[in-house]
């Protein structure tokens, strides 16, 4: 970039030139006022993960000790210009052409400068942080013009038994996150992150509701919980551990979870296609059976399940409910040790393709290992949840290759195809199945716009550990005195509509930090975080004319003035020339 010259700079670079170093440089150069990323092969990093080496702010976590070492914090930056990405070839194509041909090769020279030009659109309303932002809008009055929204959805919540107001019970908790963070809009993919995880938890609840018919009796229960908003200091999570100390989890029912409640909180986090699991167990657990059952039953389906060597907890779910309630007895079940095995952590490159996900479509084989491997570890899970609440073994007959398929359908949905044949089946009448065969997004979003994935993904698992109940359309709906059943009408398999009625709950996802009359934004007690309201956002490509091209336009423009100057003078001067085209004067008559 050459600081002789006034005009600005639209960087453009390849995915593995987004590194810190460069952007750095970048940051401090007056002369950029936007980059754009290219995503294109061979030019992919090793690794790339945007958020901080100890995600969420975590504890007793530092450089030293990072979960996340591949973190370069670019989530946390106040970058001082717009960044896009570039990842389709027709995109990539025109600005590689462009420049080639009309920037190359760029002399020093007064007659020389680059001539194709990108414009970028990118204005945010916010200011300073969200106390800021907030109290503008507050102090606007009648304004309807916002400047940011907090950020939130709902989370999932899948009660697996119904009970009455005056029943008390132990709940054991099988929890995932649903959200990934996102630096660029609709570029939120978290196959890793979240998907295998939650895919996971979907396939357990799948299979303990095959084998629930089996418990007799129990003063127990199972609930199954999909967190949205983790990725924002655990939004979900510490909204939930906030209603339970008010008494208001789940809303709207006649019973109440409460943190003394929990027997177990049980949290899956980044799955992979290895048979190596390991527990990271709260201090309550290691004198506790159910780590010696995950085991044993994990053998079972060629699972190595095995205790962390790091004592401390990773950064989870569980790290919020424990705030709350110390005693709270916890187990994080993941594919890492010490330190995160996912390349692309948070991160846009955190794909189907980086996962090493191949879709087998009906088939699987030898390849899948990944769908086989998420297959064994909720058989695992749910035969010690099976074990748990009814005192004795699991069953042993659970179809693997079923399991497996149904595993392979779920991350084709969430990972490659939102059109895929399951989403299909669980639409209702109201709803168009998506067109564009493409990954579904897991970025929270804000309130009070509800994220897509958030529906779907709750009548997905409604789906799977429901039977249909014979009733027309009409009559699909609960009963006035009836809080603990929801019912909905969805496609079905073969089209043809059914209903299902369910225990499952859309609770808000939305942070206490909201709720509270003159919260303190210091105390770090809950996350603030906000999105900025934005305008259109665009990239625009320009061809400008070269300078000697302006100079001659110049030249050509005020020669042909001087020579109509001159013409019109000359005519002027000579009148016989005026009279030959003048016309005789009226005759008065």
């Excluded at 699991?277 to 201090?283: A, E, L, Q, T």
């Excluded at 019912?487 to 043809?496: A, K, P």
């Amino acid at each position: 970039m050459d600081s002789h010259h006034d005009y600005y700079y639209v960087v453009t670079i390849y995915m593995d030139m987004f590194i810190s170093d460069v952007m750095n440089r970048l940051k401090t150069n007056d002369k950029v006022s936007g980059v754009v990323v290219i995503v294109q092969k061979p030019h992919i990093p090793v690794e790339y993960s945007p958020d901080d080496v100890c995600d969420n702010s975590v504890e007793n976590c530092n450089s030293t000790n990072a979960w996340n070492p591949k973190g370069n914090q670019f989530l946390y930056y106040d970058w001082p210009f717009p960044i896009f990405v570039a990842d389709d070839i027709l995109t990539i194509t025109k600005i590689t052409q462009c420049y080639n041909n009309f920037n190359l090769p760029f002399e020093k020279s007064s007659f020389s400068r680059p001539l194709c030009s990108l414009q970028i659109k990118s204005h945010m309303s916010a200011a300073v942080d969200s106390p800021t932002c907030l109290r503008r809008i507050s102090q606007a009055g009648v304004s309807i013009y916002k400047y940011c929204d907090p950020m939130g959805d709902q989370n999932i919540i899948l009660p697996m038994d119904t009970w009455n107001e005056n029943t008390t019970r132990d709940v054991v908790i099988i929890a995932a996150r649903l959200d990934t963070a996102s630096m660029f809009d609709g570029l939120a993919p978290g196959a890793m992150t979240s998907v295998t995880s939650f895919v996971t938890t979907l396939a357990a609840a799948h299979i303990y509701s095959s084998i629930q018919s089996k418990i007799k009796d129990s003063d127990k229960s199972i609930v199954f919980m999909l967190l949205n908003g983790e990725a924002q200091d655990h939004i979900g999570s510490s909204r939930i551990v906030y209603d339970m100390e008010k008494g208001l989890f789940p809303s709207m029912t006649s019973f109440n979870i409460t943190l003394k409640n929990i027997k177990y909180f049980f949290e899956i986090s980044q799955i992979g296609d290895s048979p190596n699991i390991f527990m990271h167990p709260s201090v309550e657990l290691y004198s506790d059976k159910i780590m010696e059952d995950f085991i044993s039953v994990g053998r079972k389906y060629s699972m190595n399940w095995s205790l962390s060597s790091r004592k401390d907890l990773p950064p989870s779910s569980l790290r919020v409910f424990k705030k709350a309630h110390e005693p709270l007895p916890g187990l994080i079940i993941s594919a890492y040790d010490k330190e995160y095995t996912n390349r692309y952590y948070n991160g846009l490159l955190d794909t189907s393709e980086s996962l090493g996900y191949k879709y087998a479509n009906g088939s699987i084989t030898d390849q899948h290992i990944l769908q086989k491997n998420i297959a064994s570890l909720a058989s695992t899970i749910a035969s010690v949840l099976f074990t748990v609440i009814s005192g004795s073994e699991s069953p042993d007959n659970i179809p693997q290759e079923d399991i497996a398929l149904m595993v392979d359908e779920l991350l084709h949905c969430y990972l490659e195809n939102k059109a895929c044949k399951l989403m299909k089946e669980i639409i209702t009448s109201k709803e168009e199945p998506a067109a564009k065969k493409a990954p579904l997004p897991l970025y929270v979003g804000v309130q009070p716009s509800l994220n897509p994935i958030t529906t779907q993904t709750g009548l997905l698992l409604a789906y799977l550990t429901s039977k249909p109940i014979n009733v027309s359309k009409e009559n699909c709906t609960a009963g006035s005195n009836n809080n603990q059943f929801a019912y909905f009408w969805l496609n079905g398999e073969e089209s043809n509509g059914l209903c299902i009625n369910t225990t499952l709950k859309f609770t808000p996802a939305v942070s206490p930090a909201f709720l509270i009359p003159d919260y303190n934004w210091t105390s770090r007690l809950y996350s603030t975080w906000t999105e900025s309201v934005w305008n259109d956002v665009s990239l625009e490509m320009f061809l400008k004319p070269s300078r000697r091209q302006e100079i001659i336009t110049l030249a050509c423009g005020i020669g042909t003035s001087i020579l109509s100057v001159l013409v019109v003078y000359y005519i002027n001067k000579n009148n016989k020339f005026v009279n030959i085209f003048s016309r005789p004067s009226p005759t008065v008559c």
